[in-house]
């Protein structure tokens, strides 16, 4: 679905897996009865954990020196960009935040910020809000104010519905979808 409508449009997808959260993801989809068999040939870079799920581009080792582990990422990621446009999934992103002093935070939230704005991008962040909302160090808020869109998903009766908290987009401001499970 995804993969497919945004291949026509020149995007290709890539997911970044952090502390296994794919694995996490693809278990649950599996569980419910979904065909997880696109993930098994997404590229994927992956940061932390054991469970390989897709195509493997790069194994980034979680480093305690952020330097490090900032080289690794923007060489790979860099290279990524230069095959084209591309949407970004990027999973597990508060696992990272919980694992990690202010300054950590803040500086993951300015790597985030150095791609902002890439036209060659698109990144969806899927964050677990109830993770990092309560964290003494702001991540939440920080990072809704770096993000262009925010769209906080819940489980109703009636499916799932998508709020859009936040948009550069003045028509999706305020929108909420609902999809029906």
Known sequence: MLSSGQKNK?????????LDTLYLHRV??????????????V??????????????????????????WSREYNEVFSSVLMGGRLI????GLEKLFLLSNF???????????T??????RI???????????????FVLPLVEEIATTVVRV?????????????SMNRNLEGATFTVKS
């Open 43 to 68: 590229p994927v870079i992956k940061e932390g954990g054991h469970q390989n799920i897709g195509k493997i581009i790069k194994y980034i080792k979680l480093s305690k020196d952020y330097v490090i």
């Open 28 to 41: 649950h989809l599996k569980l419910s009865g979904l065909d997880v068999s696109i993930l098994d040939d």
């Open 123 to 137: 990144a969806l962040y899927f964050l677990n809000k109830d993770l990092i909302e309560d964290n003494k160090h």
């Open 88 to 91: 970004d999934i990027i999973l």
């Open 103 to 113: 300054r950590e935070v803040v500086n993951v939230v300015n790597a985030i910020l």
């Open 10 to 18: 020149g995007y290709r997808i890539v997911i970044e897996d952090i």
């Open 115 to 120: 791609y902002t704005g890439d036209e060659r």
């Open 154 to 166: 819940s489980k109703e009766d009636e499916g799932f519905v998508m709020s859009v908290v936040k």
